[in-house]
């Protein structure tokens, strides 16, 4: 049962353009979503979040949309840089044996810019 | 420099071995987590903690094992019991409830030859 899905593994755009990575969710009950990079065999490391209260955040070239009647999320780059090339991993935050929170996350998009 | 270590980087057992992937941090964190990337899968949690002497089972926990014996260090053991090993895996920790996102460490690489 995947909760968090990013159904498209790849995406290619080219450098100075827009690049867009889209998330879909099924549990209602996720609170708090972030996006994270990722570069091969490296550990991900977090971009920008978004509060389930907010519909936009905004970070520099880094812009997550939430749709939480569509439970859709998305991160926009703008403009798109080769070194932002990278796998993207969305996830989201959700409570978890009582005292916690944890982060399920997506399968991941990976993004090539191209100069 | 706070962070996370992982190592060793790259790891090879044998078939019927148990070996155990560490993970340190000087963040002060209170939780620690242990993920499995697989391709195609995402990240999936293996075991966490929140604090000294606690942890939790996360949704692929067989086969593995963890203890919390410092603040610091969360160990992941991965016994001859783990089905299908070879993955790639990650370990992080963060503040409290991890609202504000986990810190990564860089990986182990593990290859059952």
């Known amino acids: 049962d995947q909760q968090v899905k990013q159904n498209s593994p790849s995406l290619s755009v080219q450098e100075g353009r827009i690049s867009i990575l889209n998330c879909d969710y099924t549990?209602?009950?996720?609170?708090?979503f972030l996006w994270y990079k990722k570069y091969p065999a490296e550990g991900p490391t977090f971009l920008i979040s978004?509060?389930?209260?907010?519909d936009k955040n905004e970070d520099g070239r880094f812009t997550v949309f939430l749709n939480k009647s569509a439970k859709h999320l998305s991160l926009h780059i703008v403009p798109s840089q080769p070194g932002d090339s990278a796998v993207y991993f969305c996830?989201?935050?959700?409570?978890?044996?009582?005292?916690?929170?944890?982060?399920?996350f997506g399968t991941g998009t990976l993004l090539a810019v191209q100069p | 420099d706070g962070g996370i270590t992982q190592s060793p980087k790259y790891l090879f057992r044998k078939e019927g071995q148990n070996v155990t992937l560490s993970c340190e941090q000087n963040?002060?964190?209170?939780?620690m987590y242990w993920y499995r990337q697989d391709p195609g899968q995402g990240l999936r949690l293996i075991y966490y903690?929140?604090?000294?002497?606690d942890f939790q089972k996360g949704d692929i926990a067989e086969g593995y094992s963890v203890s919390r014996e410092k603040k610091e260090s969360f160990p992941l053991t991965v016994t001859s019991a783990q089905k299908n090993p070879t993955a790639f895996y990650l370990c992080?920790?963060?503040w409290g409830q991890g609202r504000g996102g986990y810190t990564f460490g860089s990986g182990t690489r593990l290859t059952v030859v």
């Open positions: 549990n209602s009950m996720f609170d708090y």
């Open positions: 903690s929140q604090i000294v002497n």
């Open positions: 978004i509060s389930s209260i907010k």
């Open positions: 992080a920790s963060s």
């Open positions: 996830a989201a935050s959700v409570r978890y044996g009582g005292a916690t929170n944890k982060l399920i």
């Open positions: 963040l002060n964190h209170d939780a």
